[in-house]
């Protein structure tokens, strides 16, 4: 609780549920409404937590292909795995290969980045989107440029919608997927080689870390991520589309920085981020309670992330008074006991012979 950004991400979580009950009534917390936000955290929080692992390992890093990559992944599940289980005759089959053939095509789509800018070295911004571009035009291609309809499959349906002791499924599996990445990130090898490779590319090469070996496994758990997130997209709407969620790059980003993410590298918390979204999908749940715009609602995303990028980069100690600034920078005291040499004479400057 010492972390300053996780006790502000508290305070605007808790500000915002103050505020639509102020605003919208009693019934934005009702059941049902808390139940409605949770399925839809999951979407974004797992985008999220991908563009959080991309900035971390730093160089610029970050992926926008993640809503690309989910929808492709679902579309391709959607196409494929009819011709081999029928979802009436076995549903279970069904839901569990569709699962397995988007998982696939995760992690495809990940390996596909990772080599781009590990291999071919390429600046992951211009990598990614170019992905993304492509993820995009083969799912066009693949649909005609329209929706592909699930109809109802009762376990598929369950997983996106159903709740467990008042949880929905595909929540609890984000918080497990949270859990797992954020014990990864603090207590094992890959975790440390991560956050030393996002801090100082140069010293992790020279402590014999394979940088490229980093990048590839980081994207490509990258795309596991967005195709995970595409199975709760499928299972909730019940049809896939190539532009579903074509805002979703810019919320995960701003999800991310929001939640202290450092964009150079070097830093993130997933609890920080899994916060940020819930915050977020809260404040979008109060503007439709209020009626408000997408257009406007877009507006304010990118109005907040403008806004967090900036005051990242101020230097709050800049707007103290001179004498408070000179005294945070001021050398810290001897300890006690500590015996300072006394001063000598000055040697005096040679003279020319």
Same mark, same amino acid.
């Given at each position: 609780?010492?972390d300053r950004q996780l006790n502000f991400l508290i305070l605007v979580n808790l500000s915002v549920l103050v505020a639509a009950v102020?605003?919208?009534?009693?019934?934005?917390?009702?059941?049902?409404?808390?139940?409605?936000?949770?399925?839809? &955290?999951?979407?974004?929080?797992?985008?999220?937590?991908?563009?959080?692992?991309?900035?971390?390992?730093?160089?610029?890093?970050?992926?926008?292909?993640?809503?690309?990559?989910?929808?492709l992944s679902g579309i391709v599940a959607a196409i494929v795995v009819p011709h081999w289980v029928s979802p009436d005759a076995a549903?279970?089959?069904?839901? +569990?290969?569709?699962?397995?053939?988007?998982?696939?095509?995760? &992690?495809?789509?990940?390996? /596909?980045?990772?080599? +781009?800018?590990?291999?071919?070295?390429?600046?992951? /911004?211009?990598?990614?989107?170019?992905?993304?571009?492509? $993820?995009?035009?083969?799912?066009? =291609?693949?649909?005609?440029?329209?929706?592909?309809?699930?109809?109802?499959?009762?376990?598929?349906?369950?997983?996106?919608?159903?709740?467990?002791?008042? &949880?929905?499924? #595909?929540?609890?599996?984000?918080?497990?997927?949270?859990?797992?990445?954020? =014990? &990864?990130l603090r207590f094992t090898p890959f975790g440390m080689r991560l956050f030393l490779l996002g801090s100082n590319a140069k010293a992790?090469?020279?402590?014999?870390?394979?940088?490229?070996?980093?990048?590839?496994? !980081?994207?490509?758990? #990258?795309?596991?991520?967005?195709?995970?997130?595409?199975?709760?997209?499928?299972?909730?709407?019940?049809?896939?589309?190539?532009?579903?969620?074509?805002?979703? =790059?810019? /919320?995960?980003?701003?999800?991310?920085?929001?939640?202290?993410?450092?964009?150079?590298?070097?830093?993130?918390?997933?609890?920080?981020?899994?916060?940020?979204? !819930?915050?977020?999908?809260?404040?979008?749940?109060?503007?439709?309670?209020?009626?408000?715009?997408? $257009?406007?609602?877009? #507006?304010?995303?990118?109005?907040?992330?403008?806004?967090?990028?900036?005051?990242?980069?101020?230097?709050?100690?800049?707007?103290?008074?001179?004498?408070?600034?000179?005294?945070?920078?001021?050398?810290?005291?001897?300890?006690?006991?500590?015996? #300072?040499?006394?001063?000598?004479?000055?040697?005096?400057?040679?003279?020319?012979?």
């Open positions: 609780m010492s102020a605003l919208a009534g009693p019934e934005f917390v009702n059941t049902y409404n808390l139940q409605s936000m949770a399925a839809q &955290v999951p979407e974004l929080g797992l985008l999220a937590i991908g563009v959080m692992l991309a900035m971390v390992s730093g160089n610029g890093g970050i992926d926008l292909s993640g809503i690309a990559l989910a929808n549903p279970m089959a069904y839901t +569990l290969s569709f699962a397995g053939v988007a998982l696939v095509v995760g &992690v495809i789509g990940g390996l /596909i980045n990772g080599l +781009l800018i590990s291999r071919a070295e390429l600046t992951p /911004i211009i990598a990614t989107l170019g992905t993304q571009l492509a $993820f995009t035009g083969v799912a066009i =291609v693949l649909t005609n440029g329209s929706a592909l309809g699930l109809g109802y499959i009762e376990p598929l349906d369950d997983f996106g919608n159903a709740p467990v002791f008042g &949880v929905p499924i #595909c929540f609890a599996l984000f918080i497990v997927i949270a859990v797992v990445i954020g =014990v &990864v992790a090469r020279y402590a014999g870390i394979n940088l490229r070996r980093m990048i590839l496994v !980081t994207y490509t758990l #990258c795309g596991v991520l967005a195709s995970v997130a595409g199975i709760i997209i499928a299972a909730r709407t019940s049809s896939m589309k190539w532009d579903y969620g074509s805002s979703y =790059v810019m /919320i995960a980003i701003l999800i991310a920085v929001m939640a202290g993410v450092r964009p150079d590298g070097g830093y993130g918390r997933v609890i920080c981020v899994v916060l940020s979204a !819930t915050a977020l999908q809260a404040l979008s749940s109060m503007f439709n309670f209020l009626n408000i715009s997408n $257009f406007f609602r877009d #507006c304010a995303w990118g109005l907040l992330l403008l806004i967090f990028l900036a005051v990242s980069r101020v230097d709050l100690r800049s707007w103290l008074p001179r004498r408070d600034r000179e005294a945070g920078s001021a050398p810290s005291r001897p300890l006690p006991g500590a015996q #300072c040499p006394a001063p000598g004479p000055a040697t005096p400057p040679s003279r020319p012979e």
